[in-house]
């Protein structure tokens, strides 16, 4: 039997009213040489039922079931039953152009790149990383990660084509420690090893946000905003060989940016504050030794990492949860929803 080349990784978990769209759009390929692995987290809807039905008229689709694990768990088995030379991800609630295979493995076989980035469209806003096609070599690999990261592409795993002898060879999984940033200690684990990045103009895969049930979602901790952090910024030191080069600073700023939003919504819950301080001043001393403080994009950026550095750490973490207080009634009073704060 002839061993597909693609193999199309989906965490599934209660998604009946997106599975379906996201199936046709990968069966629908123009490259067919692929195989859909299907692996149902736990539904407990019809889910499973809906992926059963497409697997009796396609072959070329696998179906698994497991006791709920997570994403990083569900994505690890998938790994590891892969039989595919290049192994993508897509999450169920999404959906790809019919073309995407196609074009991403034309580009990593016609060069010498271990990985391939493609834009891609949130709600129908494209997200576009280049104006022509183009190849990263020759480079260091922090210049390649801040390319990507400062388009909002680097901490993504549904928008690559990934090598599976390189996920064997460098062991490289999803950490299940976390569920919140392990797309982006992921790709970091990956990306230490390649030696070059293909980047493509097309946007081809479309992620959405309508899924309130998606496999993703999970309340989170201090602890794991802390694991989260000292081991993103370790990784980036070590991907820069402690050389503190601009592109370092640069993602340790914009990281900031996100590393403080998640704390506001980690203010959203009921915490101890012992926890609380135990990250800030994580923060706080780690900043202090970086070059980052030069390359926020806004005031407000600037202004909380002034805050943070100059500011006790008990005082600051009263004036957060006071933002913290206004963000919230603001969300409530506009009728909006943030992904920072638990509704």
Known sequence: MKLPEVSIIVPIYNSEKYISKCIDSIIAQTYTNIECILIDDGSTDSSLFICERY?????????????????????????????????????SDDY?????????VAAIKHSDADVVCCGYTENNKAHILCNEDFIFSNSCVIE???????????????NKLYKKTFLDTYTIRFLGSIKFGEDMLFNLQYFWHIKAAYISSNYLYHYLHDNQNPVTKGNISFAECDFRFENVSNMFRQIDNNTKSLYYA???????????????????????TKERQDVINKLKNFYKETGAKNKFGTIVEASTYKMLIYVPSGLF???????????????????????????
């Open 96 to 104: 790809i152009q019919k073309n995407m295979c196609e074009i991403l």
């Open 144 to 158: 390649i990660i801040h390319y990507l990261e400062m388009r909002q592409a680097f901490g993504l795993v549904w």
């Open 250 to 272: 640069e993602l340790l700023a914009k990281d900031f940016k996100y590393t403080i939003a998640l704390l506001l919504r980690l203010y959203s819950e009921k915490k101890e």
């Open 55 to 91: 697997h009796q008229s396609d072959d070329r689709i696998v179906v698994m079931h497991q006791e709920n694990a997570g994403v990083s768990a569900t994505r690890n088995r998938g790994i590891e039953v892969a039989r595919g030379k290049y192994v993508c991800f897509i999450d």
């Open 317 to 343: 973490g009263i004036i957060f949860s006071l933002i913290y207080l206004t963000f919230a009634a603001f969300v409530k009073v506009s009728g909006g929803k943030s992904r920072f704060i638990n509704n």
